[in-house]
Every structure is written in structure tokens, then in C-alpha cells.
């Protein structure tokens, strides 16, 4: 009897194609393996089994009626809790949104449910986006699968440990500054913030809007190029206007391999304070394996990398500022009770709807924003944005992606980064990419030497070459395959050891 966490996504989809079992019966593993999961990875704020069942009794019925069905049919699928889907509540992890019901689906979303996957649930996040381990959360915290004393990075966490604890094969997150790469390196698995643009942002719940990139999770870089197919395909959105073509099929080239590319490194990166032995040793390995499949390495300089946190914490929360002032508790959200005055009913609702770090990031964009502030603090990011920019595109004349590690260290215990700077500072790896655009993706190369937690490595390519991306990114997974004695080039983690097989079982 096959459990459900040991296929891909082709393969799902293949066997509910060819009738070895049907969508009704995966999406009944999928639920039986929350069930027997979820209670200690507490990934899920909401599962929704009734809509799973729907969308495989659909699949189910057109293969009987003899009709073709789409590349995902089938597919567990679990969705970030900032995205809407109609028959769920959309609730950002946040008090505010506590009993907000989806009025209409996201783009992101439908299109998902258009090739084939089932809506298992909506995945737990740090509320409203802000964070990097899913404490956060207003309703619980999310444990990393590898080690439940751990956080499993965030925003996203709860979509990054339903897959690495086997729940879902596919899940939906959203980046801002790392929230999909860094959560899915820190549980081991792959994790890709498309170009800024290429993915529609429409019905996602906006922190930064010039920043947010919705974007997939899976345990194979195969299964993420096939969500992209699925994100993509249908062309730019016409309801979101940051939306654009992306007319390529992410398979196409995804086995072409790395011969005569080039690899930039960036020392400065490899040599930055934080960084853990365990993490530079095996980022440095990945790149010896793509030099020996054939790739040149090419020492590159972002002169201006040093200045990304801090125009990152001065944009993020200037437009989360911006984007969360519509919570005022009169159209919808927390309403506070007994109010005398709008005033007062607006003042209270917000500070008794929203969390610490909701208005530590909303206060501090505020203040950004003032007069006399303004000038000094959000214009000078602003330039600083437009120097990391140009950085990128002086590097990528010379490469046809960066190599780095996508977060400086394995995952850290719960409380141990109390300090909200020391938090902030984490995100080095991550946060330049989404200042200016660029797409990037995080590959698990296996465990560290001295934790014996997932690590990973990040590439970073040109805007709108995310199928290169892509191809690279085969090529680190083949790597990592080989050193880890994996002959036909399967991922080298696989479902977490705790979870893997409980619950899940298909005929």
C-alpha cells in the first residue's frame, strides 16, 4: 500500500489519469494524513475537507465521462491564509480577520483549482505576513516538521511544513521579503518567489504591494515548475495591473542541464557575519556541483547589498501602513463593542483586532511617513532600491544566476529570537531579491553536519527568467541527489522521518 507523501505531483496526477486510484481517494489520504499530522505540525488553521471532496468528485466525474484531465488533477493542495477562497475564512492569522468569510477566490488560487488540485485547507502564517517563523500567529504557532521544539520559518510556515511533513504535495505562499524561500529552506523543501509581476497578486491580502510575490512550495523542483505551469499559463491577469505574460512551460528545459553557464558568487555574502559554518559548507558544495556538471563560477559584487534591510524595514512598513489602514472596524474585521464614537470605535478595533508585530510594523510606517520624515527616511530607500537594482543588472552581464544561501542558519528554537532586530536581520539573503524584482528559489541540499536540520541553498536570476531559474535549480536538486546517494536524482529530503507514512495510505 503506497502512501500518498512518497509520489509527486506528476505522479498523483498520472494515477488518478490512468485510473490506479481516484481524486476522491487521494483527497481522502490527504485528509487522513492532516488528521494523523497535523496535531503536532499544526500546520492548518482550517481544513475543508468538504471542498477537497467536491473538487475530486469533479475530476473523478469527467474522467469517467472520457474528458482530459488537467496536469494537476488531483493534487492536495493547502493555501496561505492571506489568499481567498470562496467556502473558507481568509483570516491572516490575525484576531482582525477572526471570522472574515472569502467573498470571491484569488487568482492564485483559482488557477490551481483550474488545473486540477484539491483545496485541502488554508495553511498558518505570522499575522498578516509579518515575520520569519509563523510565531505570530494570533491562533497558534506552526512547528517545523524536522523538529517540533523549532520554527518552521515564515510568513508562510504553515504552507512550507504541510509539505515538508507530508499533508500536501503542492501549497501556495506569498513573499515580501523571503517569507516562501526562507520557510521552505528551513523545512527542506523547494520554494519559489516568481518575478515580481509574474504571478497575479489579486485576492491576496496585501503587506507590501510592490514587494508581495505569491509563489509555490513543493518537495521536488519538478513539482514546482508544474504549479508554475499552473500560475502562469492562462496569461497576465487583467484584474491585477502589476500582472504580466509569462509565455513559457517551466518543464521545457528544466532536465537541459548547466554546461558552458554561468554561476555568480558574491563573497561578500559567503563571508557575512551570521553566517553558520554548516550553511557556508554546503552552499559552497552546491557550487562545486554545478562547476562539476559543467558551469563556470564567477565571483560578482553587489556593492550596495548592505543597505537592503534597512530600505526593506523602511518600504515594508511604510505599504503595510498603507495597505492595513482599511481595517478601521466599520466595513469588516474586529468591531470593538459599546463604542460611543467613530473614533473610538476605530481606535479600539484596531488596537484590540491587531497584534505586536501587526502594529509595531503599522506604527512604524507611520511614523516614516510623516512630515519631515518622509524625505529623510523613504525617499533615501527608495534611492537605495534603485542602486540594489542596478547591481543586479551589472551582475547578471557577467552570470546567468547567483548562488547563496537563502537563510544564514537551520532553524531556531522557539523564543530564541526575541529581539525583533535580530529577527529582521535574518532575512540578508532574502530581501534585496524582492526590492528589485528578480525571482529566486530555495533547494534543500540535505542536512547540516552539526544540526542535522535542513539547508539550502537560494539562486537568483534575471527578471522574467524564471524557467532558467528553474533549470539551474534541477541541477543544484541533482546534486544534492548524488551526494546523497539518490542514483535516479530524486530530491535528497524527503518527507519529514516523524511524519513520513502516517496516515496517507493509498490503495
Given at each position: 500500500?503506497?502512501?500518498?507523501?512518497?509520489?509527486?505531483?506528476?505522479?498523483?496526477?498520472?494515477?488518478?489519469?490512468?485510473?490506479?486510484?481516484?481524486?476522491?481517494?487521494?483527497?481522502?489520504?490527504?485528509?487522513?494524513?492532516?488528521?494523523?499530522?497535523?496535531?503536532?505540525v499544526q500546520a492548518f488553521l482550517q481544513v475543508a475537507p468538504e471542498l477537497a471532496l467536491a473538487a475530486a468528485a469533479r475530476i473523478d466525474a469527467d474522467r469517467a465521462a472520457g474528458k482530459p484531465l488537467p496536469a494537476l488533477a488531483g493534487v492536495p493542495l493547502a493555501i496561505k491564509d492571506n489568499m481567498m477562497l470562496t467556502g473558507t475564512r481568509t483570516t491572516c492569522a490575525s484576531r482582525m480577520l477572526e471570522n472574515y468569510e472569502s467573498v470571491y477566490t484569488a487568482t492564485c488560487v483559482q488557477r490551481?483549482?483550474?488545473?486540477?488540485?484539491?483545496?485541502?485547507?488554508?495553511?498558518?502564517?505570522?499575522?498578516?505576513?509579518?515575520?520569519?517563523?509563523?510565531?505570530?500567529?494570533?491562533?497558534?504557532?506552526?512547528?517545523?516538521?524536522?523538529?517540533t521544539e523549532r520554527v518552521p520559518g515564515g510568513s508562510s510556515g504553515g504552507s512550507a511544513a504541510a509539505v515538508a511533513a507530508g499533508e500536501v504535495t503542492l501549497a501556495l505562499g506569498s513573499d515580501t521579503g523571503g517569507s516562501i524561500r526562507q520557510p521552505a529552506a528551513l523545512c527542506?523543501?523547494?520554494?519559489?518567489?516568481?518575478?515580481?509581476?509574474?504571478?497575479?497578486?489579486?485576492?491576496?491580502?496585501?503587506?507590501?504591494?510592490?514587494?508581495?510575490?505569491?509563489?509555490?512550495?513543493?518537495?521536488?523542483?519538478?513539482?514546482?515548475?508544474l504549479a508554475m505551469n499552473a500560475l502562469t499559463g492562462p496569461g497576465r491577469d487583467p484584474r491585477d495591473s502589476t500582472s504580466q505574460d509569462c509565455p513559457v512551460d517551466f518543464l521545457e528545459h528544466l532536465e537541459d542541464g548547466v554546461a558552458g553557464r554561468r554561476v555568480g558568487i558574491v563573497p561578500a555574502l559567503m563571508d557575512a557575519e551570521g553566517l553558520t559554518p554548516?550553511?557556508?559548507?554546503?552552499?559552497?558544495?552546491?557550487?562545486?556541483?554545478?562547476?562539476?556538471?559543467?558551469?563556470?563560477?564567477?565571483e560578482v559584487e553587489l556593492p550596495n547589498l548592505d543597505a537592503a534591510i534597512a530600505a526593506y524595514y523602511v518600504l515594508g512598513p511604510c505599504e503595510a501602513f498603507s495597505n492595513l489602514a482599511r481595517f478601521d472596524g466599520v466595513r469588516?474585521?474586529?468591531?470593538?463593542?459599546?463604542?460611543?464614537?467613530?473614533?473610538e470605535q476605530s481606535s479600539l478595533s484596531r488596537a484590540h483586532g491587531f497584534g505586536a508585530e501587526a502594529k509595531r510594523r503599522q506604527m512604524l510606517g507611520a511614523w516614516?511617513?510623516?512630515?519631515?520624515?518622509?524625505?529623510?527616511?523613504?525617499?533615501?530607500?527608495?534611492?537605495?532600491r534603485t542602486l540594489i537594482t542596478r547591481d543586479y543588472a551589472a551582475a547578471y552581464e557577467k552570470v546567468d544566476v547567483i548562488l547563496m544561501p537563502a537563510s544564514p542558519r537551520t532553524a531556531f528554537k522557539f523564543g530564541e529570537m526575541s529581539?525583533?532586530?535580530?529577527?529582521?536581520?535574518?532575512?540578508?539573503?532574502?530581501?534585496?531579491?524582492?526590492?528589485?524584482?528578480?525571482?529566486?528559489?530555495?533547494?534543500?541540499?540535505?542536512l547540516g553536519a552539526d544540526?542535522?536540520?535542513?539547508?539550502?541553498?537560494?539562486?537568483?536570476?534575471?527578471?522574467?527568467?524564471?524557467?532558467?531559474?528553474?533549470?539551474f535549480a534541477r541541477a543544484v536538486e541533482k546534486g544534492a541527489a548524488a551526494a546523497a546517494g539518490h542514483a535516479d536524482g530524486s530530491p535528497a529530503l524527503a518527507v519529514a522521518p516523524d511524519f513520513a507514512g502516517k496516515g496517507g495510505e493509498l490503495a
Open positions: 500500500m503506497a502512501s500518498l507523501d512518497t509520489l509527486s505531483a506528476a505522479q498523483i496526477a498520472a494515477g488518478v489519469a490512468a485510473g490506479d486510484f481516484t481524486a476522491t481517494e487521494v483527497a481522502r489520504a490527504a485528509l487522513d494524513a492532516i488528521e494523523a499530522r497535523d496535531g503536532a490551481m483549482l483550474d488545473a486540477g488540485c484539491l483545496p485541502v485547507g488554508k495553511a498558518n502564517m505570522d499575522e498578516f505576513a509579518f515575520g520569519s517563523s509563523t510565531e505570530s500567529s494570533a491562533f497558534h504557532r506552526t512547528n517545523n516538521p524536522w523538529d527542506g523543501v523547494v520554494g519559489m518567489k516568481p518575478t515580481y509581476g509574474a504571478v497575479s497578486r489579486y485576492g491576496v491580502v496585501a503587506f507590501g504591494s510592490s514587494l508581495d510575490q505569491v509563489g509555490p512550495f513543493g518537495r521536488s523542483v519538478a513539482d514546482v515548475a554548516e550553511v557556508r559548507a554546503a552552499v559552497t558544495a552546491a557550487a562545486k556541483s554545478l562547476e562539476a556538471q559543467g558551469a563556470e563560477l564567477v469588516y474585521g474586529y468591531q470593538e463593542p459599546g463604542c460611543a464614537s467613530l473614533a516614516l511617513l510623516s512630515s519631515g520624515v518622509y524625505e529623510k527616511y523613504y525617499l533615501a530607500a527608495q534611492k537605495a529581539d525583533p532586530t535580530q529577527m529582521y536581520l535574518a532575512d540578508l539573503y532574502t530581501i534585496s531579491i524582492n526590492i528589485a524584482g528578480n525571482g529566486g528559489v530555495s533547494v534543500p541540499l540535505g544540526s542535522g536540520l535542513p539547508v539550502s541553498a537560494q539562486l537568483v536570476g534575471p527578471a522574467f527568467k524564471d524557467r532558467d531559474l528553474l533549470t
